[in-house]
């Protein structure tokens, strides 16, 4: 069971709280009187303190409520015990409660996420479910502003944009079904504020031990970076990164409702005429629609290569048609090549085709060459790379050590990292050494092994151009 911290605790504590949260919900019409409200309570003192304090205003605003836990099964007995708490605590206050659970861990194997991705999306779909079950138009989730600020760290370290850093809204659409709300009551409280309101109030909750691990993420930005933050840089931390936010979700929801017009409109401004900001919301805006995660490097290939197929996750691919609108569908299962040719670089010169792509080699002095930089042309020493030539395909297991890098690779690997879509993957040509050293892979220009340098006697010019 968790402890609150040792502090100076105001008699009125608790009750300025509720008045807190009960401004909050009126001033923007959070909830209507007398509806339903599903509360999300994991146990912890955030979500605690919400169902307290949403129970005690439903005396006055008639609101009906259903507490409802999911246990993620990532903490054994623990999850058990939290489990316990929020029923019986549900039952103490004369409330309906619902438990749910799922194997988040093997969730997110089968889906090749994190795990932090994995509970969220299962969280999400069970309180969908029991929302819809019990005919519960809202969910009241126990985010605060400390949550806001660590969000946006997050948000920035990873890349985002306007709407991103924007973070959390008090009221938004359910991820899992869009006709549910998801409503955050506490957003503008301070965890300060809460733990001074849970100890005045003596609240019972649970303590989550993997809050205070560092292998997650989010842990490291509010036990290291946020403290660093306030100590050296700015003691007001909080409240600049707020108003930033502020800030910067009202200037996103002016680009958003500039990208929601255009969808609309019968007759459009053309797409390549619209400001990058408002083309950028109309490419995120279908993206989510459609299922797919905006990410900000697809929404920028999108809309710098419109008419272009682009690869979005496993077996999708997605594209931009002039008019703006996206068109998606499912890639073909690609498979490796097993097709090859054998090159003999005996002659001088020559040139052979392969896979749709024509190849022209010539070998001469080192000496007195031009090497001056030219498209799909690349120069090797030629005795490094011997006399036999192997062209062929991308197979599993391929490595190559790229000029420039200290050591090799995964051709895989280097695909994924140069965002190389891939149904490409398996069309790219590469030459292997008579040992099976790669020396060239197309696109990805030379190994550094077999560069040129100045013990280097013949050079090779490798020149090709794909049909």
Known sequence: MGRLPARVVTPDAWRRCVRHIELAIASRKLFLDGQKILVAVSGGLDSMLLLHALHELSAQRKWKLVAAHFNHQLRGAAAKRDERLVLERASQLGLKAVAGTADVAAKARAAGVSLEMAGRKARHDFLAKTARRHRIPSIALAHHADDQVELFFLRLLRGTGGRGLAGMRWRNPSPSDPSIELVRPLLDQSKGALLEAGQAAGLRFSEDATNASLDFERNRV????????REHYQPRLEERVLSLMDLTGAESEVVRDLAERWLAAKRRTAFSRLPAGTQRSVLYLQLTQIGLAPDFNLIERLRLQSGTPVAAGTGRWVALDSGGCLRA???????????????????????????????????????????????????????????????????????????????????????????VPRAQRHQRVVAATARGELFWVEGLRIAEGFKLGPKTVRRLRWRWLRA
């Not at 509010?222 to 933050?229: G, V």
Request: hydrophobic share 35%; glycine share 10%; with cysteine.
């Open 222 to 229: 509010r036990h290291e970076l946020l403290p660093l933050l």
């Open 329 to 419: 569908g499912k890639t073909e299962q690609a498979k490796f090549d097993p097709s090859q040719v054998s090159l003999s670089l005996a002659r001088t010169k020559g040139r052979v085709e392969i896979g749709g792509l024509a190849l022209a080699w010539e070998i001469g002095p080192a000496r007195g060459s031009n090497f001056t930089r030219e498209p799909n042309v690349e120069y090797f020493d030629s005795d490094k790379v011997g006399e036999t030539v192997c062209l062929r395909h991308w197979r599993p297991g391929d490595r190559f050590q790229r000029i420039g890098m200290e050591s090799s690779r995964k051709l895989q690997d280097l695909f994924t990292d140069l965002k």
